[in-house]
């Protein structure tokens, strides 16, 4: 069974990488009833912390990506401040290792009693590309780093995990439960910025995604609600 309709009503996940809760409250509101949720990070979350987290959250689920890497106690105790602050998805970093996963695997079902709840576990970042990997990872490609920390996830029991698109049907064929987070999409008109493995919102979706982020080329559009809408009818094509 698919999870792809997980506190979602639709796959977008508006990444609000900027500075102020002004700008943020600005483009949440402009967008209002168009995402499926808001993605916020450090640049954010440092400043205004969980009073921004739980009014985000009365417009759409919160996507906090802080991604958490640390001792299980301290991920543990970060999962649950990150839940308690309002929010429906949160990030860690799958190379925590196996002691840290099934612990968590055992909190998320534990706070999906109170309401849902989803870890997304990062395999490698989209901004890396082959040849370019830090040390320590070069000797293998990205899709077998990628393949091994897929199938520590799901041994450990949990089923959140962000990869690009060029990875997603070689997990989507792992696992028909996961919920599969695509980072790095774009429309062909948009840049790429620092991203690397890059897709189109059709495409991925065609591939096996269940909710794709896109920041950069909807909050820095001149058009927001035009941008929002391009990636919406993209992602609506790759549905049928």
């Known amino acids: 069974m698919r999870e792809d309709n997980f506190a979602l009503k639709n796959p977008l996940m508006l990444a ?8 943020a409250r600005r483009i949440s509101e402009l967008l209002h009833g168009k995402l499926g949720a808001i993605k916020i990070g450090p640049r954010l ?6 009073d921004l987290v739980r009014e985000l959250a009365k417009a759409a689920p919160v996507f906090v990506d802080n991604k958490y890497l ?37 909190v998320e079902r534990e706070l999906n009693e109170k309401r849902p709840f989803k870890i997304l576990n990062v395999t490698v970042l989209t901004s890396f590309a082959e040849g370019k990997l830090p040390p320590g990872l070069e000797p293998r490609a990205i899709h077998e780093h990628v393949d091994g920390l897929a199938d520590l996830v799901l041994q450990c029991g949990l089923t959140g995990l962000v990869c690009s698109s060029q990875e997603v049907s070689r997990l989507r064929a792992k696992s028909q439960k996961a919920f599969l ?19 189109t919102p059709e495409a991925a979706i065609r591939q096996g995604s269940s909710a794709l982020v896109v920041g950069r080329p909807i909050y820095a559009a001149q058009d927001p609600v035009e941008a929002t809408e391009r990636v919406l009818a993209s992602i609506q094509a790759g549905q049928k």
């Open 16 to 23: 609000l990488d900027v500075d102020t809760a002004e700008e």
């Open 45 to 50: 979350t440092m400043r205004y912390g969980a």
């Open 70 to 106: 640390d001792i299980p106690n301290t991920m543990e105790a970060a999962i649950r401040a990150t839940f308690d602050a309002g929010a429906t998805f949160a990030t860690i970093h799958a190379w925590a290792g196996a002691e840290a996963l099934e612990r968590l695997a055992a």
């Open 181 to 199: 987070v695509t980072p790095g999409i774009r429309l062909p008109t948009d840049a790429a910025g620092d991203q690397k493995r890059v897709e």
